[in-house]
């Protein structure tokens, strides 16, 4: 349909191929095609690509109301299957529907506290696998935060949702590799985004260390550096305390994050769980060579 059209209308001055090209991502992001046709579109010459996208501006504008109707109505019905303390159903199906989302979809899912709601049910789910020891809903909601913290709507809605980054720190877990591979993603990128959600997860372990009469508000960490013997964590674990210790733009941070990380007793571990690596590795690599 949209070749058809294209071919019905006159070209007009066809823009840069660099400006092109930022249009046509544009297009992409607001319909679902598959790779191979976008592909497809991507290798056509500037004067047909440029007519789709021509054509594809103004049928959004001539129909942005109802397609903005249509939009909200869709994404308020995906966050009130959150709301409504969503089944693990409802979660996998929210998964496939937020992989297909297009950038609009996602600022909508953002505004309209989608994100505060799966951190709601992200606490309520860790509370439970406490005393049940199923994980399934836990690993389900994880899994779709982590799919938003690689977003830039998704990293700035959890760093305004509160208590968001504590409600993530209970996830540590000393022998769920899943549980805690995904939480260390999802800090590690947020992490990054600033200062302040460096602050976020240094306070969330503070509320923890008290909550629970830690010794030190880096016990959960440490604990796991001590106690897992699955590679897979160890390995994240020390990559995680690395960022946490060089995100923060001050050096006086930097400094102090590192000097109580070494007055917790981490240095012993670190040395020899980075010994073990270091021979896994040389292993696996000379494994991979024969």
Not at 24 to 38: A, G, Q, Y
Not at 61 to 79: G, I, P, Q, Y
Not at 219 to 248: C, G, M
Request: with cysteine; glycine share 2%; hydrophobic share 45%.
């Amino acid at each position: 349909m949209l070749w058809k059209m294209a071919a019905m209308q006159d070209v007009g001055a066809i823009p840069p191929i660099e400006e092109l090209e930022q249009d046509l991502n544009e297009m992409f992001k607001t319909i679902l095609l598959t790779e191979d046709r976008k592909n497809l579109i991507r290798n056509l010459d500037p004067k047909p690509k440029w007519k789709l996208i021509k054509n594809h501006k103004k049928f959004m504008e001539n129909n942005k109301d109802f397609l903005r109707m249509a939009n909200s109505k869709e994404v308020m019905a995906v966050v009130a299957r959150i709301k409504s303390k969503a089944s693990l159903v409802d979660l996998q199906e929210i998964k496939r529907w937020l992989l297909k989302a297009t950038e609009f979809q996602v600022k909508s899912f953002c505004i309209y506290d989608g994100v505060k709601f799966l951190f709601q049910r992200l606490s309520e789910a860790e509370m439970v696998s406490r005393s049940n020891k199923n994980y399934r809903k836990q690993i389900e909601i994880l899994k779709l935060l982590e799919l938003l913290s690689k977003l830039e709507n998704g990293v700035q809605e959890t760093l305004k949702c509160k208590n968001a980054i504590y409600y993530l720190l209970l996830n540590l877990h000393p022998y769920n590799v899943e549980i805690t591979s995904i939480t260390l993603e999802i800090l590690d990128n947020v992490i990054w985004e600033s200062n302040v959600a460096i602050d976020l997860v240094l306070d969330g372990l503070t509320k923890i260390k008290n909550e629970r009469n830690f010794q030190f508000r880096f016990f959960p960490i440490i604990t796991i550096l001590q106690r897992s013997k699955n590679v897979i964590i160890i390995n994240n674990v020390i990559t995680f305390v690395n960022d946490l210790i060089s995100a923060p733009t001050e050096e006086d941070k930097r400094v102090g994050i590192r000097s109580e990380f070494m007055s917790c007793g981490i240095t012993e571990s670190f040395e020899v769980l980075s010994l073990v690596l270091s021979v896994i590795k040389e292993y696996l690599d000379d494994k991979n060579e024969n």
